[in-house]
């Protein structure tokens, strides 16, 4: 995956080609939409107008990721220097899934690494083998719904009792209407499963984590999945992932997926005069040429 990795090599290029062509994204981020609704009646709420992406989205002053710097290495990194905030978007995962893995410690099952259990610090191994433990007096989990009641979201982090972590979106692009979530995908597939659930898949998590923060910041909520080849996302394949909703709850999460947009039709439709680019070094400079 690294030298074509999906966000180096398809997000960071893409996106900021297009930011280049109108910052506000009045002229491409409304028909982005439209394509992701192709194969899909959009819900009526997506009939209220785009708006224009906020300054904050596309201030270029995000550090690159660790991880996306061992990626990149240390000359395509240095070259980079750093990247607009909407990419690589931390959001934290839901108080209500939080607490429902809480109250339900029979549901998750303990990740591995290779053929051995996942081992983790010492306070947080024995706190979190407690829980799973179960019986009806876990003073553990007495414990951790306390704690999940005092925490504010942003210090969810780390928690042994956070059995899901923050979501790194892809692409975030927020406006006066919309909170907007790009996956992007090239070789790489949508996770099936989550660390702990193992019947909560990746586009799900973004969908909910989507909702958390349209509901937080007063705006509807869109997922759109860029992909290399067109993928077909069941509705029952997403609706199954929110044992803590009720089924009417679950598919409303689930009519925000607008659908998926493949790279090239995004490049045909909204910046024909970019090619693609193979590999990291190529990324790089379109990334550098749309910012000057």
């Known amino acids: ?14 996106f900021e080609t297009l930011l280049a062509s109108d910052p506000t994204g009045k002229q491409w981020l409304g028909e982005l939409m439209r394509l992701a609704t192709l194969s899909r009646k959009p819900p009526q709420s997506f009939q209220q107008p785009v708006g224009s992406i906020l300054p904050a989205c ?21 070259k980079l220097g750093s990247l607009p905030a909407c990419f690589e978007y931390s959001l934290p995962p839901p108080e209500a899934f939080l ?13 591995y690494k290779g053929a051995e259990e996942e081992v983790f610090g010492d306070e947080t191994q024995k ?16 414990e951790a719904l306390k704690q999940l009641e005092l925490c504010g979201p942003e210090k969810y982090r780390s928690k042994w009792w956070a059995f899901e972590g923050f979501t ?19 070789t790489e597939l949508l996770s099936p499963a989550t660390q702990w659930y193992r019947h909560r898949n990746q586009l799900a998590r973004n969908i909910e984590v989507a909702s958390c923060k349209g509901i937080q910041s007063g705006k509807n909520y869109a997922v759109i999945l860029c992909t290399e080849d067109p993928v077909d996302i069941a509705r029952n394949a997403i609706t199954g992932c929110f044992p803590h909703l009720s089924k009417a709850e679950g598919d409303e999460l689930v009519s925000h997926y607008l659908g998926c947009v493949t790279w090239s039709q995004i490049v045909s439709h909204l910046c024909p005069a970019m090619t693609l680019p193979n590999r990291r070094n190529e990324a790089v400079d379109i990334c550098l040429k749309a910012r000057t």
């Open 99 to 111: 607490r429902w893995m809480i109250n339900h410690p029979d549901q998750l099952t303990w990740p």
């Open 58 to 78: 596309i201030s270029p002053n995000r550090p690159i990721p660790g991880i996306m710097r061992r990626v990149l290495g240390p000359d395509l990194s240095a």
């Open 168 to 186: 790194s979106v892809d692409c975030y692009l927020e406006t006066e209407n919309y909170v907007i979530l790009i996956e992007g995908k090239r």
């Open 127 to 142: 706190n979190r083998k407690c829980l799973l433990k179960g019986g009806s007096n876990n003073t553990c989990r007495t």
């Open 1 to 14: 995956m690294g030298e074509f990795n999906s966000s180096i090599t398809r997000v960071w290029p893409v």
